[in-house]
């Protein structure tokens, strides 16, 4: 007798969890062979399919991707991972959080696949992966948002052939995966982009073996700063494309499953003004709506103005009253954040809550934001990737700094630091979205990531 599948969306996590013995497995062909036993392979998952990958800036190109398509009338469904708080915050389908049913129902139809003949083992990024493709071949939007969790070339997202790929940066991160060489991990997160199809190129510093992969695919490349850029900071910013933009082709049927499309809007203005600062790096908008342009949708201005103005990414830059929450775990995050912190001084105190796993640069990212954070608290985080509170006070300390207290959890170190904030104090909490969630979580614990009374969201507002 076949074992009774899970009913609620807890049992299923925990199953998943269980089911494979590694986190992590890099790979595509156990992937790919569900995929196909789903049909996911056999017709087009969406309109167009836009792919972003990147050491940082994924999160906050995708949620601008989001609110611009949603601002232009598009239907849309969004893949990101990890979540802060809900697992329903991985897929977003009209940019509302898939329902538990939703998010059932994909676990469950991986499930048959895996099963329909020899039995294929999948890790739990994978089953939520295809879960979660599957949901969205379901609607067929005209718009599929999806987010590489690690690397590109080998991340189950990759199955999926996108109709634009983007590349925001690269800096090292996931070492234990993907090395400390920065042209190897630029190889690893070229691996999303396709012959003869757009890669926008979303910062001026990439690894030249990026351009080095798009030009050995004759992809067409959108480069920062080449073939579109920006002008101006925060509110009133300009984006301008420097080249023009032809209207987007129809694929080619022997070679793309997802083929015959016609541009979603047809072609638009090369450039727009008097644009809102959506407190979210100024690159990564512009990377957007290039990435937008070359998908075949018509931007206009007003509809670009709207979405800056409402954009939301939860932990990141996301100011709760005196706490401001940032998933920051690498030093090319962290230097942003502090540059950010350091335009907006306090008046009082600012605090460091730390949490951070054991195979992160900790000391490169102290390094990052010892000029603006006064001392430190100190989190322990659990599971096999975990770091104790005591080795990252240890870390610390070694670099000079100030710590004050080290607790078992990042509740409990936010429980302690609360009682003894002055009014004009902050705290910047950071180095894991472990951290940011748990933190957010204390902070509104009955309220969904990102819906506090006191958010400003991704806005960045001193208290």
């Given at each position: 007798?076949?074992?009774?599948?899970?009913?609620?969306?807890?049992?299923?996590?925990?199953?998943?969890?269980?089911?494979?013995?590694?986190?992590?497995?890099?790979?595509?062909?156990?992937?790919?062979?569900?995929?196909?036993?789903?049909?996911?392979?056999?017709?087009?998952?969406?309109?167009?399919?836009?792919?972003?990958?990147?050491?940082?800036?994924?999160?906050?190109?995708?949620?601008?991707?989001?609110?611009?398509?949603?601002?232009?009338?598009?239907?849309?469904?969004?893949?990101?991972?990890?979540?802060?708080?809900?697992?329903?915050?991985?897929?977003?389908?009209?940019?509302?959080?898939?329902?538990?049913?939703?998010?059932?129902?994909?676990?469950?139809?991986?499930?048959?696949?895996?099963?329909?003949?020899?039995?294929?083992?999948?890790?739990?990024?994978?089953?939520?992966?295809?879960?979660?493709?599957?949901?969205?071949?379901?609607?067929?939007?005209?718009?599929?948002?999806?987010?590489?969790?690690?690397?590109?070339?080998?991340?189950?997202?990759?199955?999926?052939?996108?109709?634009?790929?983007?590349?925001?940066?690269?800096?090292?991160?996931?070492?234990?995966?993907?090395?400390?060489?920065?042209?190897?991990?630029?190889?690893?997160?070229?691996?999303?982009?396709?012959?003869?199809?757009?890669?926008?190129?979303?910062?001026r510093d990439l690894p030249r073996s990026v351009r080095r992969v798009a030009d050995e695919l004759a992809a067409e490349v959108h480069a920062l700063g080449e073939a579109f850029g920006r002008d101006g900071d925060g509110t009133g910013w300009t984006f301008r494309s420097l080249r023009?933009?032809?209207?987007?082709?129809?694929?080619?049927?022997?070679?793309c499953a997802q083929a015959t499309k016609e541009p979603l809007l047809g072609t638009d203005p090369s450039s727009i003004t008097d644009l809102p600062d959506p407190g979210l790096p100024l690159d990564n908008a512009a990377t957007a709506l290039q990435a937008l342009r070359c998908a075949?949708?018509?931007?206009?201005?007003?509809?670009?103005?709207?979405?800056?103005?409402?954009?939301?990414?939860?932990?990141?830059?996301?100011?709760?009253?005196?706490?401001?929450?940032?998933?920051?775990?690498?030093?090319?995050?962290?230097?942003?954040?502090?540059?950010?912190?350091?335009?907006?001084?306090?008046?009082?105190?600012?605090?460091?809550?730390?949490?951070?796993?054991?195979?992160?640069?900790?000391?490169?990212?102290?390094?990052?934001?010892?000029?603006?954070?006064?001392?430190?608290?100190?989190?322990?985080?659990?599971?096999?990737?975990?770091?104790?509170?005591?080795?990252?006070?240890?870390?610390?300390?070694?670099?000079?700094?100030?710590?004050?207290?080290?607790?078992?959890?990042?509740?409990?170190?936010?429980?302690?630091?609360?009682?003894?904030?002055?009014?004009?104090?902050?705290?910047?909490?950071?180095?894991?979205?472990?951290?940011?969630?748990?933190?957010?979580?204390?902070?509104?614990?009955?309220?969904?990531?990102?819906?506090?009374?006191?958010?400003?969201?991704?806005?960045?507002?001193?208290?």
């Amino acid at each position: 007798m076949s074992e009774a599948l899970p009913t609620t969306l807890d049992a299923w996590l925990a199953r998943l969890e269980a089911a494979h013995p590694l986190g992590i497995d890099l790979g595509l062909e156990r992937v790919a062979e569900v995929a196909r036993r789903m049909g996911l392979l056999a017709r087009p998952l969406a309109g167009r399919v836009i792919t972003v990958a990147g050491t940082n800036g994924k999160g906050s190109t995708v949620a601008m991707l989001e609110a611009l398509a949603c601002a232009h009338g598009l239907t849309t469904a969004t893949y990101t991972s990890p979540h802060l708080i809900r697992y329903n915050e991985r897929l977003r389908l009209d940019g509302e959080e898939a329902d538990d049913a939703t998010l059932i129902a994909g676990f469950a139809a991986v499930e048959r696949a895996r099963l329909d003949g020899e039995p294929v083992s999948l890790t739990y990024f994978e089953v939520g992966t295809l879960g979660a493709l599957w949901a969205i071949a379901r609607r067929v939007p005209d718009l599929a948002l999806l987010e590489v969790g690690l690397g590109g070339r080998l991340d189950a997202v990759n199955v999926i052939d996108p109709d634009v790929a983007v590349i925001t940066t690269v800096a090292q991160d996931h070492a234990a995966f993907l090395g400390t060489d920065l042209e190897g991990i630029g190889r690893e997160k070229a691996g999303i982009l396709r012959a003869g199809r757009p890669a926008v190129l979303g910062s001026r510093d990439l690894p030249r073996s990026v351009r080095r992969v798009a030009d050995e695919l004759a992809a067409e490349v959108h480069a920062l700063g080449e073939a579109f850029g920006r002008d101006g900071d925060g509110t009133g910013w300009t984006f301008r494309s420097l080249r023009d933009q032809p209207p987007a082709e129809t694929q080619d049927a022997s070679t793309c499953a997802q083929a015959t499309k016609e541009p979603l809007l047809g072609t638009d203005p090369s450039s727009i003004t008097d644009l809102p600062d959506p407190g979210l790096p100024l690159d990564n908008a512009a990377t957007a709506l290039q990435a937008l342009r070359c998908a075949g949708v018509t931007l206009r201005p007003e509809a670009c103005r709207r979405a800056f103005n409402e954009v939301r990414l939860p932990g990141r830059m996301q100011w709760v009253g005196q706490w401001c929450l940032d998933v920051g775990h690498n030093p090319h995050a962290a230097a942003y954040l502090a540059d950010r912190l350091a335009a907006h001084p306090s008046a009082g105190r600012t605090l460091g809550l730390l949490g951070m796993l054991a195979d992160k640069d900790a000391e490169g990212v102290i390094a990052a934001l010892a000029p603006v954070v006064d001392a430190w608290v100190t989190a322990t985080l659990d599971g096999e990737r975990g770091r104790g509170a005591e080795a990252l006070a240890d870390c610390l300390e070694g670099q000079g700094a100030v710590v004050l207290h080290r607790a078992d959890s990042p509740a409990a170190a936010a429980a302690w630091l609360a009682g003894r904030l002055a009014p004009e104090d902050r705290v910047l909490v950071c180095g894991s979205f472990f951290t940011v969630g748990e933190v957010l979580g204390w902070l509104a614990p009955s309220t969904p990531a990102g819906q506090t009374d006191t958010d400003t969201s991704s806005r960045e507002v001193a208290p």
